[in-house]
């Protein structure tokens, strides 16, 4: 199993305050691999440095090319999607507008996996985003990632802010997905995780404390329970 | 055997040097200044005329007025980090007001001045607290006050040309009336006296906002700065700092105004024009904002490059150069727009900071060497 | 009555060169966070490019127009290129520098007219065709007030149906709301950004070129007056270029020339100030959420 994405020793700095103090962990080129710690870790500035979205000292590899330091368009390009924490979803355009927008080849979008798994956007095409629901515009989010051929795909709290029953559609769309892309996991919520995700990175104040088998992690409640702060309960 | 717990002398001395240079260096510049007008040096390029020709002192006494008013101006926009575009406006009031009083209200020069302030600092109170509350709209960002400032200065350029009741005289402005003003400053003969009077507003200014930065109330404002969120959860209410600050800017500015009336003869509605306080702005990031040097360096440097390079495009050596070159040169505010514009690429924070990169070079071609 | 429909025409056609000034300023403001004090230089750009070509196309009357305008817009474009990829563009993370930058322009553009042109204004004589009036409901408008309220009509359509219908009209709308996010989705905004910019001086040559004919003469200083009105409606009207831009225009002009007439002459300009104030004061007023 190679590493898809590899970063090593990065280093985040935000307006004077070190936020990520050397991270170093892998992303297999299959399966779900889940970030997880407590709130304010990290995580989230993690992925955002992998992104460029926020200037990082440090090395980050994508399938073998080194794209520290690239603009975020760039690296996208090279076949990354990304459902942000906060959706990203623009209120004032239309569903079919935001979709459209996430074409990278105009034309050569796979527009019947979205509508396949998303029939329900069919149907919005042409409301306003603004309008949308909670779960409706993470569908956006994460359909908006199904568009392109993606190596990786990269989901920050898909399930935040959601209803039980949505959480549950939402992770059954992101379970279908990881059959074909392997796809990093950011996520609070230990039963998502469990369903879904093969290997755990877990961070702490900025640093890894811990990376294995999420199976392994979940048995140990004593070590769930210290490292995320939950009990690990089935 | 007891050991010496003294501090050693070496620890001892480097803080006693910090505060000599911090002394003496302006202390040594003051006493140059204050004596300038006594030299006969020739200085034929930068001012055309020996040092003490009234030519040269009334151009230095203009820089002086310069230097105050970009000190008072780098205080909101350095240290405070804001942009105000009316800062012309308390410059024209305390112009307009002190020309006016002296003419209407047959007040002596000096307290027909200390109203002209008065009156600078009252409106700069009542505008800034305006200003300040649009600040708040989240919807335009900073700039909410920025461009609440330009329109009242817009206004205030609106009202000098409209020429109410031939009060301001319009587009032309208001002379200065003689008749008030003692005379010893009056008159080609006591340009001197000008200049010493425009270095002292200009030491003044400095002296002022240097002692309040360096008390706790600088430290607010930088912090302000900085994060104004941060300020405003730490307890303290940053927007009456930021009004107290263009309180005393104002004051300054006004009092600036007075100077300048007497030093340049008269009050001209340029004093309102968006020109100005850009051309404020320039001075300040010229010379480096928000540094204790900066602004002087900006604002004596602005109005000297002006002048000389107005008075260098009528020679007859320019007037022969071809066009592509003489017509850059015939409007001093392109090189100025332009050297600014560079500036703001090459010269990140400003022309103090020249001595430390010619230092860093210097350092670097050394160090290459084992 | 004449008066009134005088006023309103006039205030209408006025307002009309506010909208295009504004148009583009509010375009780079909303997608590139950048006040640009330049728009100004390339409103004076196009005026003076519209000025030269006019006078040499006199024979060919409102055709010759038409092309001056063109020719104002074509070179307020390339102007604003060059400004952006050379000047605006390299600064991308350090956004005072960009407004700094602008500020620098602005002083030093305007001076340049002024040392090529001179500071006397240069009359602009109308093309024949255009030059007269027309008679509304009993008053005598004069026909650069239709002239002007076509052209911003024309270009309202035009930039509705840019941002509207094409593929970098929708990244234009989606950048304006969340730059980075339109990165995250592998775009290139910086593209956008030299497009809007771009856009923005075209408009602000039109206006130019119209300002001519609407003042019958140009100078090097119109164009920083206008700027300011044009700040005053992109403040009043939302940062969006969505119809609060053209509203706010409408009554800016509206309000400047009613005001002139009734209260005093010169009071107009006051009275924007006023509107500018209570409209920043009352922050709810301000967000405009129209969509485009």
Known sequence: ?234 | ?370 | MSTVVLLALTGLGVGALYYLVAAGLSLIFGLMDVVNFAHGALLTGGAYAAWWLAGRLARWGVGGFVLAVLFGAAVGLVLATVVETMLIRPLYQRRQGQLLVTVGLSLALPALATGIWGADPRTSTPPAGLGGTVRVLGAAVPADRFVLIGAAGVVVLALWLFLARTRYGLIVRAGVEDRAMVGALGIDVRRAFTLVFALGGALAGVGGALANLYYGEVDPGQGTSLLIFAFVVVVVGGMRPTTGVVLAAAVIGLVQQFADYYLASGLGDLSLVVVLAAVLLRPDRLVTRTTV
């Open chain 2, 1 to 370: 055997m007891a050991t010496q717990t003294t501090t050693p002398p070496a620890v001892a001395w480097p803080r006693a040097g910090r505060l000599v240079r911090r002394c003496v260096g302006p202390a040594v510049v003051l006493v140059v200044a204050v004596l300038l007008p006594y030299g006969t040096l020739p200085v034929p390029l930068l001012l055309g005329g020996p040092l003490n020709s009234a030519g040269s002192l009334q151009l230095l006494a203009t820089c002086l007025v310069f230097a105050g008013l970009a000190v008072g101006y780098d205080l909101l926009f350095g240290r405070l980090g804001l942009m105000s575009f009316g800062h012309g406006l308390y410059v024209a009031v305390g112009a307009y007001s002190a020309q006016l009083a002296m003419a209407h209200l047959d007040l002596p020069l000096l307290p027909a001045a200390l109203l002209a302030a008065a009156a600078g600092t009252v409106l700069a109170a009542v505008l800034g607290a305006i200003s300040l509350r649009a600040n708040k709209t989240t919807a335009l960002g900073g700039i909410g006050f920025a461009m609440v400032t330009l329109a009242f200065a817009q206004a205030g350029s609106v009202l000098v040309n409209t020429d109410p009741g031939g009060l301001t005289g319009g587009e032309e402005g208001l002379p200065l009336d003689a008749d008030r003003v003692p005379g010893a400053l009056v008159g080609v003969a006591h340009t001197a006296q000008l200049y010493w009077l425009a270095l002292g507003y200009a030491v003044v200014c400095v002296a002022v906002v240097w002692w309040a930065t360096s008390r706790p109330v600088g430290q607010v404002w930088q912090a302000i700065r900085d994060n104004e969120v941060r300020v405003d959860v730490l307890g303290l209410n940053p927007r009456r700092y930021q009004w107290g600050a263009l309180v005393l800017a104002g004051g300054l500015g006004s009092a600036g105004g007075v100077v300048y009336l007497l030093v340049t003869g008269g009050a001209t509605a340029q004093l309102t024009s968006t020109t100005f306080t850009l051309s404020l702005l320039v001075m300040v990031v010229l010379g480096g904002s928000g540094t204790r040097w900066g602004p002087i360096v900006g604002g004596l440097l602005y109005p000297l490059l002006d002048q000389r390079l107005t008075a260098l495009a009528g020679t007859p050596a320019v007037q022969h150069l071809p066009a592509v070159l003489r017509v850059p040169i015939s409007q001093p505010l392109v090189i100025l727009g332009a050297l600014f514009v560079l500036a703001v690429f090459v010269l990140k924070g400003g022309m103090v900071t020249l001595p430390a990169r010619v230092r860093t070079w210097f350092r670097r071609r050394a160090g290459t060497s084992p």
């Open chain 1, 1 to 234: 199993m190679t590493a898809l994405l590899e970063v090593a020793d990065v280093r985040v700095r935000i307006a004077g305050s070190a936020i990520l103090h050397g991270i170093g962990f892998e992303v297999p080129d299959t399966g779900v691999t889940a970030l997880l710690g407590r709130n304010g870790v990290g995580k989230t500035t993690t992925v955002r440095a992998v992104l460029g979205l926020v200037p990082c000292t440090g090395r980050i590899t994508l399938a073998g090319r080194d794209v520290t330091g690239w603009p975020t368009h760039r690296i996208v390009r090279e076949g990354v999607g990304y459902a942000p924490e906060d959706r990203g979803v623009f209120t004032g355009l239309t569903v079919a507008e935001n979709l459209a927008l996430a074409e990278r080849i105009p034309g050569d979008a796979d527009y019947d996996t979205v509508f396949a798994l998303f029939p329900e956007l069919r149907a919005r095409s042409a409301q306003r985003a603004g309008t949308l629901s909670g779960g409706q515009q993470q569908m956006v989010a994460v359909a908006r990632t199904l568009l392109n051929r993606n190596r990786l795909v990269i989901a920050d709290e898909p399930t935040k802010g959601l209803a039980p029953k949505v959480v549950g559609e939402v992770t059954d769309v992101l379970a279908r997905i990881a059959e074909r892309v392997p796809l990093l996991l950011v996520e609070q919520n230990l039963a998502v995780v469990r369903r879904l995700a093969r290997h755990a990175v877990v961070l702490s104040a900025g640093r890894v404390v811990h990376t294995g088998p999420v199976a392994e992690l979940v048995a140990d409640q004593d070590r769930t329970r210290a490292l995320l702060g939950v009990g690990g309960a089935p």
